[in-house]
């Protein structure tokens, strides 16, 4: 919702609104012109002075009691979706969708990064903040626009894509969906909307991903996939773009175009795949390959994606490191923990994986409450605490010990109901050297900077 506040206010538009508390893209907003309340009240869309001309609201995350949408509706204010409008702003550009369950977020950033990198100026709307840019949305002077496309909510289905991205597709929303089948038929549905002179590009390391544009092809949209060799092999049905040929440094071959190298600093094979997957949507995008892998050289990556808080300097936990990430599907949890026991180990030092994870929605924790044990158990030591519903009620017997009675006997597992105890649990966790990580979606970023300070003043 940020996001496309902060293109709004760059286009001289009046913008108000208000959120739940008091936070960085609040003050964010309010620096830039923006008017924003903390607390929902009917009397906010006066803020400006007057009524506004239309309402906007992300539909998954507010429910339709919340008083400004009661009001809105009574007075006939107009009430759009976040999608409708970030469709909107998008007409007339060249428009880069990124899309899949997993890897959206720093896949776009990493598209931004490297097409700013070739001089594009891009107009972009990404779900996190870009850690050099310090924003997470901008209104660029360039024909190029590249921005996040949501499929929770089935919202991506707005958009007209000349380039779309699917990264991969597993399942999950199914408290929206209802079904397998349904999810993965959204993305059908999106690869449907990809322009006549567009391109669908697809991850070939992921085989549902791969299975969707063979689909696609079948329909007629043109499509090119990217990934490893051994991968593009399996696929050779599917017309490669970008082949991952060499890591450390990285290498993509672009058929018909060369290839190119770059190194990243931030660690994870999955990284590597999404910055393939950015190379080759920012040259479908009209720009030079060689100036886009000088964009990923220097992407330093988002905020709350193994985004780095800190390191303890001195005392009986020095060199342990705290980590945040936003991970909060079992597939995330694991390429994060597998990244981390990669760098640990090229360290060398014996040093361990630690893990404070806070599990996100209850339909989501009894959906995967095995597959989430078997991604914790990748850790050497993990605190677990009570379930974030956001949205939903609490569900009767769906608790965090569904995930902790599965982890396996070798990880260290303590179960943390209080949240202001969870720093000091996670330090009676944690030896010298060790990385720990905040992870989940809720509240649990929170922690990161607590546990840095128990960790940095232990005597």
Same mark, same amino acid.
């Given at each position: 919702m940020s996001g496309v506040a902060h293109i709004l206010l760059d286009r001289g538009s009046v913008v108000t609104g208000s959120d739940v508390k008091d936070s960085r893209p609040v003050r964010a907003l309010r620096s830039q012109g923006a008017t924003v309340a903390v607390g929902h009240a009917p009397e906010n869309l006066e803020l400006a002075g007057e009524l506004p001309t239309v309402v906007v609201t992300s539909f998954a995350a507010i429910p339709k009691d919340n008083p400004e949408l009661v009001r809105a509706a009574a007075e006939g204010i107009p009430v759009i979706r976040r999608s409708d409008l970030l469709a909107e702003l998008?007409?007339?550009?060249?428009?880069? #969708?990124?899309?899949g369950t997993h890897g959206k977020t720093s896949t776009t950033s990493m598209a931004v990064v490297a097409l700013q990198a070739a001089g594009a100026d891009p107009s972009f709307a990404i779900g996190g903040q870009l850690n050099r840019a310090g924003t997470?949305?901008?209104h660029g002077a360039g024909s190029v626009f590249v @921005?996040? @496309? *949501?499929?929770s909510d089935a919202s991506l289905l707005r958009y007209k894509p000349d380039v779309a991205v699917v990264t991969n597709i597993e399942p999950d929303h199914l408290d929206y969906f209802g079904s397998r089948e349904a999810y993965f038929q959204? =993305? *059908? *549905? =999106?690869a449907d909307r990809v322009t006549d002179t567009g391109h669908l590009v697809v991850c070939l390391d992921d085989d549902n991903a791969a299975e969707c544009g063979r689909r696609a092809l079948a329909r007629g949209v043109r499509v090119l996939g990217y990934g490893t060799a051994e991968a593009a092999a399996r696929h050779a049905d599917i017309p490669a773009g970008a082949v991952v040929t060499a890591e450390n440094p990285i290498r993509v071959d672009l058929p018909g175009r060369g290839s190119v190298e770059y190194t990243l600093t931030i660690p994870g094979r999955h990284m590597v795949l999404n910055s393939a997957a950015a190379l080759l949507a920012g040259a479908l995008a009209g720009a030079d390959p060689e100036r886009l892998a000088a964009?990923?050289? *220097?992407f330093t990556g988002v905020r709350r994606r193994f985004e780095l808080k800190g390191e303890v300097a001195g005392g009986p936990y020095a060199g342990a490191r705290v980590y945040d990430d936003y991970a909060h599907h079992p597939t995330e949890v694991a390429a994060v923990l597998r990244a981390a026991r990669e760098k640990v180990a090229s360290e060398g030092g014996g040093a361990r994986v630690v893990v404070c994870f806070q599990p996100h929605l209850y339909s989501r924790t009894q959906e =995967? @409450?095995?597959? =989430?044990a078997d991604a914790l158990s990748l850790a050497d030591a993990c605190v677990v605490l009570d379930i974030y519903g956001a949205r939903e009620a609490p569900v009767e017997g769906v608790t965090?010990? #569904?995930?902790?009675?599965?982890?396996a006997g070798g990880t260290e597992v303590r179960l943390e109901p209080d949240f202001s105890a969870a720093p000091q649990a996670v330090a009676a966790l944690t030896r010298p050297g060790d990385m720990v990580f905040t992870m989940g979606a809720g509240s649990v970023t929170l922690l990161a900077d607590e546990i840095l300070a128990v960790l940095a003043e232990a005597q």
């Open positions: 998008m007409e007339g550009y060249t428009q880069v #969708l990124l899309a997470n949305a901008h @921005a996040e @496309a *949501d499929e959204v =993305f *059908d *549905d =999106f964009g990923l050289r *220097d =995967f @409450a095995a597959e =989430f965090s010990r #569904l995930i902790t009675e599965r982890i």
